[in-house]
């Protein structure tokens, strides 16, 4: 990115692209069938050809996999099946030269049950590591201490496995302990896996559950808003609480303030991944709040619904004031593509969002696939995700994480074992980045100039916003001599430029055409035109909306 461009005092990271990698399946190095650091690092000349600035991984470290790597056994070491701390020392290195940067995922409100902290814990109630964790006696009928739930299914609660009579806190898998961020020991633990990355070379940190931390010191029970019926999915049950006593509670953003302190000397962003559903709750992360900024984690989830979908990304980017980060897709939901309406109509909607997500204040990340129109994979063997296999096979979260398609080779090229992690449907040539890199009008090379905007034209994220014109489902905004039109509607939309013009994108091919001085912006579509003349000069002259859908 063009860091010259950036307004004094605007932090580095505002404007830039990133790109999410679920390190499992983005691409095998050493045929074990499981993605690794090596992988990425092979890929490095891709992604940096395709325009981005920051990579996400999620996590590597030591893990007994129950939840794809989110139950952590060790916090600074590299899981064998990902490579060794050498590898991870070369990814940085290699993005480095490349002037690229890597977030790292994580992962404070729990650990692994396998962790030393926890293997401690349970082995000795005296031990100082007892009360890392979050142990409470039964209630009076024996039963768990609360009414929490998990998000994964059942009781927030489990026995202590070594017969204390007390039950440990987990809000996801029995096998991730809540860890108690009250026992300032904690602070200190994690003051020292910030700083051992940070001194790696890491440049930030997605922090999972950031909304999770700290619990009600009298774990009392969260008010319950529904009737919970059998056969539930878990995340209707979660729903059907209140989460006041166990997340969001106003201690958490305090913990951030000091992590700031830690990270700060390296200017290292904290990108906080807060499941929270309005805006006031949001903000209190990312305004003063320790955090840079957080996903706008609704957009991930929101199927095509237009006008929801606008005035969420207007309220945040009015709110959020640059703490934003947005994305179509990540490896917890359904992809954009899938969820937009699948084939040719979800990719085109997703590039429409996606290019009004480039210009808007914050960082903006690409979900691995993304670029390549990936809809939901098919899977053909066993699935993977807790959520299916520990809730007799609710609907999960593997059709997110299928292997990259690379080639139409065996496995798509992703691994040269017989099979992946994760075993998936093959997908055509014209899916996978050989049949897309480098090929005039694919979604690859359409990704490459939609995130070269950002490069090219700086403008775009860094001049005041200015909204134009806004309808239920259509924005024309102004950033400096550039407009974005973003036409969400099913229907064109009617545009007049008064003054020179150039198209400087469109998100798919032929989405905007005219004559005279009108142009028609076909449904489904974002446009970027700017004022410029060649030289460089703004060109004078306001636009008007001319008849907005027809
Ligand atoms: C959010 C992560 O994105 C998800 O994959 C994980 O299962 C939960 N947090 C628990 O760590």
Same mark, same amino acid.
């Given at each position: 990115m063009d860091r010259s461009a950036l307004p004094a005092g605007r932090a580095w990271w505002r404007g830039a692209t990133g790109y999410e990698i679920y390190i499992r399946s983005f691409l095998d190095s050493d045929g074990d069938g499981m993605g690794d650091l090596a992988g990425i690092t092979a890929k490095l000349d891709v992604l940096d050809r395709l325009g981005v600035d920051v990579l996400w991984i999620t996590p590597f470290y030591p893990s007994p996999g129950k939840d794809q790597g989110y139950d952590v056994a060790d916090y600074i070491g590299i899981d064998p099946a990902f490579g060794t701390l050498d590898d991870f020392d070369q990814l940085v290195q290699a993005a480095t030269d490349r002037g690229m940067r890597i977030f790292v995922d994580i992962v404070p409100n729990h650990s692994s049950d396998q962790h030393p902290w926890f293997q401690h814990a349970i082995a000795d109630e005296d031990s100082p590591y007892r009360d890392y964790y979050l142990f409470r006696p039964a209630a009076a009928?024996?039963?768990?201490?609360?009414?929490w739930v998990s998000h994964f299914g059942g009781p927030a609660w489990t026995l202590d496995p070594a017969g204390s009579g007390e039950y440990y806190c987990h809000l996801f898998l029995s096998e991730q302990p809540d860890l108690n961020w009250a026992n300032p020991a904690v602070m200190e633990e994690f003051r020292e896996i910030l700083t051992f990355w940070c001194e790696r070379g890491v440049d930030g940190f997605r922090i999972d +559950?950031?909304?999770?931390l700290t619990k009600d010191p009298e774990f009392r029970n969260n008010p319950q808003v529904r009737e919970v019926t059998p056969g539930m999915h878990p995340k209707d049950v979660f729903a059907s609480f209140d989460h006041v006593h166990d997340l969001h509670r106003p201690e958490t953003t305090k913990i951030f303030e000091t992590w700031r302190t830690v990270v700060e000397p390296y200017d290292a962003v904290l990108l906080g991944e807060m499941d929270v559903r309005n805006i006031e709750r949001f903000t209190e992360y990312v305004g003063g709040g320790g955090l840079d900024a957080g996903f706008v984690l609704k957009l991930a989830s929101s199927r095509w619904e237009p006008a929801t979908i606008l005035s969420d990304l207007l309220t945040y980017e009015r709110a959020a004031l640059g703490g934003a980060a947005w994305a +179509?897709?990540?490896?917890?939901?359904?992809r954009a593509v899938s969820r937009y309406g699948d084939g040719q109509v979800g990719a085109r909607r997703a590039a429409a969002v996606t290019t009004l997500m480039l210009a808007l204040d914050g960082i903006t990340f690409l979900y691995q696939g993304d670029e390549l129109g990936l809809p939901d994979a098919v899977l053909t063997?066993?699935?993977?995700?807790p959520v299916s296999t520990r809730n007799g096979g609710a609907a999960g979260r593997d059709c997110a994480r299928g292997?990259?398609?690379?080639?139409?080779?065996a496995v798509n090229g992703f691994t040269t074992a017989p099979v992946a992690w994760l075993e998936t449907a093959p997908l055509p040539e014209s899916l996978t980045a050989q049949g897309q890199i480098g090929e005039a009008g694919s979604t690859w090379e359409r990704y490459r100039a939609m995130l070269d905007l950002r490069r090219r034209l700086p403008d775009l994220w860094s001049e005041p916003f200015e909204i134009f014109d806004r309808q239920a489902t259509s924005l024309v905004i102004f950033r400096g001599p550039l407009t974005v039109i973003a036409n969400l509607d099913d229907k064109a939309f009617e545009f007049v430029p008064e003054g020179e013009f150039h198209i400087e994108f469109e998100s798919h091919a032929g989405a905007v055409g005219g004559d005279g001085g009108h142009l028609r912006i076909e449904p489904e579509a974002t446009i970027v035109l700017s004022r410029r003349e060649p030289d460089g000069h703004a060109l004078a002259g306001l636009a008007e909306v001319a008849h907005g859908h027809r």
């Open positions: 009928n024996g039963g768990p201490p609360n009414n +559950v950031a909304h999770g +179509v897709s990540n490896h917890d939901q359904p063997g066993v699935a993977m995700d292997p990259v398609p690379w080639d139409s080779t």
